[in-house]
Each structure stands twice: as C-alpha cells, then as structure tokens.
C-alpha cells in the first residue's frame, strides 16, 4: 500500500500537481523563488508531454536487440512471459446464453507480450510460462489465469506453467524461477516490453535462472522532427512508463 501510494505521487501526472502546490506555497513566501519555481515546472510539465523527452527516456532502456530466429539459443529449455494488467469484465468476450457481464481479458500491455509469446512458441517450440498476480481487484482472476487463457484460446499456444502469486517483477522472477527449476529449468526466453527489460533482468539475477531477453513493443524513434516537440496524450503516457521505469530500476539496485 505504501509502495503504491508513494509511486503515484513522485510519478506523473499526480507529481505535477503536487510541485504546483508546493510552488504555490513557496510563491506565498518567497515569492521571487515561487516563480522561478513554477516557471521550471511548467517547462517540466511541456516536456513530459513531448515525444523528444520520451525518445530521450526510451532509448537506453532498449538496448537489448531482438531475438535472432535465424540462430535460436540451443539451450533456452522454455519461454517465460511477465504479465502486466487485466482488462475487467470485457463485454466483447461474453460467452453465449451467459446473462453475467463479460469474462476477463488481457488488457494493452499484456496482450502486446502474449502476442510475442504464441509467435516465439510457434517459431521454436519452447514450452510456455506465464507469470502474474492478483492487480488488486475485486475478483479471484490473476494476470496469469488471464494470460493463459488468451494463449489457449485466441492463439492456440498451451501454456505449461503459471505463477500466479506475484505482485511485482521482483516476485514474478522470483516466484517463476522457483517453479522453473522445480522442473529442470534454467535457461529461459524471457518476454516482456523492451523498456522494461532492463528491470527484468535485473530482477532475475541471483534466481539460478538465466534469463536471454526477448524484449518486444520496441517505443521507436527516428531522426529528430519538429513534430517530436509537439504535446501528445501517447508521449505523456510513453513518458509515464519510462520514467517508471527508471524509477524502479534505481530502486532495485538500492534495496540490491
């Protein structure tokens, strides 16, 4: 609870309307150091709106290039894929002469990963795991139970293990690489977003499984535009997940 509140504050856009009060106060008192204040943080606020500062944040956090199928490591055993979110209730997938509302699903980001997931396990053969809790809601359907129904249904892909306890990608590494090698597993295609892979593998070290990334959704830049200094909703969000991101990479290396 207080990992999930202190995260919403320090990241945007609730961050930002935090500093405004503070700006607001500190005008109150010192009002040449208010202004100054406010003025830097409407600057903050227009650049985190921006695709230039979301290419800027992106880019190092996708370093890892793309699995090559040409040459597939011979001693990957499986495929472990995170999950992310769960699109609730989604009344497109009501099932016929059902009155309730409609099933779980997976939602944006999780269906991104789980695409990749049935495309590599089709492309190799590796057997498939899934991982991911509870996000929280009143139900008893885990991020997990909803990956693998999506891999079985829509995309034909069996899924052989779940972990469907963890509530973090530490605990998604942790609590996968014990299931993992329970089954003689220890070398895995590790799926997820290629700027959240950096975070996963770091999650992953010291687990006894090494993890190759198969990072996937790549947040592509190009030459620099005059359009990138453009405000958008998509470049608040793609600032959003970045700045998360390096957030909880600088908090995994802290806590070690």
């Known amino acids: 609870m207080l990992y999930t509140f202190v995260k919403t504050v320090v990241l945007p856009p609730t961050s930002f309307f935090v500093l405004l009060f503070v700006g607001l106060l500190l005008r109150r008192r010192w009002p040449r150091l208010g202004r100054i204040f406010l003025t830097v943080l409407l600057l903050a606020v227009y650049l985190a709106t921006t695709p230039f500062l979301a290419g800027e944040l992106m880019a190092p956090l996708q ?120 089954a003689g597993v220890d070398k895995v295609y590790l799926i997820t977003h290629a700027w959240h892979m950096p975070r996963a593998l770091i999650s992953f070290e010291g687990t006894g499984i090494e993890a190759v990334p198969a990072p996937t959704r790549f947040a592509s830049r190009s030459e620099l535009l005059l359009q990138d200094f453009v405000p958008s909703a998509k470049a608040l969000l793609a600032n959003f997940y970045a700045i998360h991101e390096w957030l909880g990479i600088a908090w995994y290396r802290l806590r070690g």
Not at 88 to 95: G, K, L, M, N, R
Not at 97 to 126: H, P
Not at 152 to 162: A, I, Y
């Open 63 to 182: 370093a890892v290039e793309p699995i090559d199928l040409e040459h597939p490591d011979p001693d990957v055993d499986a495929i472990l894929v995170l999950g992310a979110g769960i699109y609730f209730d989604a009344p497109e997938y009501q099932p016929p002469g059902v009155a309730e509302a409609g099933i779980d699903a997976a939602d944006s980001l999780t269906l991104q990963r789980i695409e990749y997931a049935a495309y590599l396990a089709k492309a190799t053969g590796k057997p498939v795991m899934v991982s991911g809790g509870s996000v929280g809601a009143a139900n008893d359907q885990t991020v997990a139970e909803v990956m693998q129904l999506t891999l079985q249904r829509d995309f034909g892909v069996p899924v052989r293990w779940v972990e469907d306890r963890s509530d973090s990608t530490r605990s998604n590494a942790d609590l996968s690489a014990a299931k993992l090698r329970a």
